[in-house]
């Protein structure tokens, strides 16, 4: 799995022979033989999963949080306050998941690649 160097989209014309690890492999005396761009076989699950965690993940919490906060208000603002920066931790994992369980990103900022290398010495 690949990520753009600059963290932006891919251009409509990338080379993935550009991709930094294949130019570090050249570094290092190996050529790529094989590039192969599987994201579009990848895909599917990572809908699989958007669909996942908007369907099931994110209604489950929101409906752990009503239920704790109707019956025990006190008792989830003291929760709260105790645990705000595992909550914290907790909130920005999931805003990263959901970020990169987004197929529309996920089509323009990664490339799911298989590639073989071969030693430029051996042919």
Request: charged share 30%.
């Amino acid at each position: 799995m690949f990520r753009h160097g600059d963290g932006k989209a891919f251009p409509e014309n990338f080379d993935l022979s550009d991709l930094g690890y294949v130019k570090l492999a050249r570094e290092y005396g190996f050529l790529p033989d094989q590039i192969v761009d599987i994201t579009p076989n990848v895909l599917p699950t990572v809908v699989i999963l958007h669909r996942a965690m908007q369907e099931y993940l994110e209604p489950m919490l929101q409906f752990a949080d009503s239920y704790v906060k109707a019956r025990a208000p006190w008792k989830a603002r003291l929760l709260k306050f105790l645990l705000s920066k595992q909550v914290e931790v907790i909130d920005r994992k999931l805003r990263g998941y959901r970020r990169r369980a987004n197929p529309d990103r996920y089509r323009e900022r990664i490339r799911y690649v298989t590639m073989l290398l071969k030693d430029s010495e051996l042919g």
